[in-house]
Structures are given as C-alpha cells and as structure tokens.
T-cell receptor, first 110, second 115 residues
Framework: QKEVEQNSGPLSVPEGAIASLNCTYS??????FFWYRQYSGKSPELIMS????GDKEDGRFTAQLNKASQYVSLLIRDSQPSDSATYLC??????????FGTGTRLQVFP | GAGVSQSPSNKVTEKGKDVELRCDPI?????LYWYRQSLGQGLEFLIY????????KSGLPSDRFSAERTGGSVSTLTIQRTQQEDSAVYLC?????????????FGPGTRLTVL
C-alpha cells in the first residue's frame, strides 16, 4: 500500500462545475496535509494546507480533512479551464518528510 | 533573486559519468529539500536539510547519491556513476522553517537525461 494514494485520472469536468479530488494516506500519525498544483512542465505550487479535521476554504478552493477515515480532499468550485493541471496531495509523515501522491490530472473543458 | 533557482536547467550525460546539480534557496529559508520526479510520476523525496545538517537521508536511492549544503544556503546534489534509471527531473524546494507546517517553494528543476 502506498503511503499517499490518489486516483491518477484524468478527471474531466465541464467549466463551471465542481471538481472533487481525493487522497488517502496510511500513516495515522500524519499531522499536516497539503495540496499542490502542477502545470505540465512546471514545478508544483502550493494551493492549500490543512492541519485539523473539517473544512478550510480559500476562494474557490475548499480542503476537507477527515483523520478518522484518513482522507483529505480538495474541492474546486466554478472550475475554469485554467484549473487544468495535476493536483498533488502531500502528507507530512513525521517532522522531516513530506510524502507526495502521484497526482490526479484534472481537465476542465469549456 | 526572489525564488528558488536551480542549475543547470538541463543536463545530458553519459552512463557512468558523475553529475552535480545545484540549488540556491530563497534567502532566509533554513530548510531545503531535494525531490525527484520521473515522467508521469509523483515527487519522490530524496533528502531534507535544516541548516547544514540533514536529519533524514533515507530517501536517497543508493550510495551513488549524496548531497551537501554549506553556509545554510546553496546545496549540491551529486550523482556518481550515473545510470539510465537516474533520468528524471530533480526538484529543489525551500521553506522558512521545517516541513511540518511551512510552505515549500519549488525551483524550476533540473532535467537529467542519462544516455
């Protein structure tokens, strides 16, 4: 079992819809959770971080964390074609290491 | 510069040769990370520096890989006797503090091709 698992996609949604990206992790001791966006050929950039159970909203993005079920999700409201990218889930496993999933490719079509 | 810089941006080498990759973090960032990303794959953690010391080297794939950081700033990742499976994009990131809570800012990467 991978430490951080994501569906590779592609996840295709129409413009204006809600895109839902999911991530599960194996280490119950994980404390910090991050979503990075990576455009093709570019480096990852942080979208959201979340540390406690519940929802965290930032503009069109909402991160959801459920530690009991060991999953974290990212919702993108009013999806735009410019949101088309690979979304990487990252989980802090211990103080010194961030483990990344393989990413979900999102395609938003007009 | 404002961001993390890496050099070279591209490196093509022959199998068996040694290569050195350089990372210049954001000024004032104490933490520095190296990752590897193979085609279509996620980021593979290699090593993390806090200042000049590396608390966790467990991600280095083999003893052909080594890294150092001097003066709490620039870091070099050295791969000796390169193999074709070393071909990947090597990404460096830095953060103000440690990985527990701080945002990691990534450099543009070095694309390594081993022929």
């Amino acid at each position: 079992q991978k430490e951080v698992e994501q569906n590779s996609g592609p996840l295709s949604v129409p413009e204006g819809a809600i895109a839902s990206l999911n991530c599960t992790y194996s280490d119950r001791g994980s404390q910090s959770f991050f979503w990075y966006r990576q455009y093709s050929g570019k480096s990852p950039e942080l979208i959201m971080s979340i540390y406690s159970n519940g929802d965290k909203e930032d503009g069109r993005f909402t991160a959801q964390l459920n530690k009991a079920s060991q999953y974290v999700s990212l919702l993108i409201r009013d999806s735009q074609p410019s949101d088309s990218a690979t979304y990487l889930c990252a989980v802090n496993r211990g103080a010194d290491k961030l483990i990344f999933g393989t990413g979900t490719r999102l395609q938003v079509f007009p | 510069g404002a961001g993390v810089s890496q050099s070279p941006s591209n490196k093509v080498t022959e199998k068996g040769k040694d290569v050195e990759l350089r990372c210049d973090p954001i000024s004032g960032h104490t933490a520095l990370y190296w990752y590897r990303q193979s085609l279509g794959q996620g980021l593979e953690f290699l090593i993390y520096f806090q200042g000049n010391s590396a608390p966790d080297k467990s991600g280095l794939p083999s003893d052909r890989f080594s890294a150092e950081r001097t003066g709490g700033s620039v870091s070099t990742l050295t791969i000796q006797r390169t193999q074709q499976e070393d071909s990947a994009v090597y990404l460096c990131a830095s953060s103000l503090g440690g990985p527990l809570t701080d945002t990691q800012y990534f450099g543009p990467g070095t694309r390594l091709t081993v022929l």
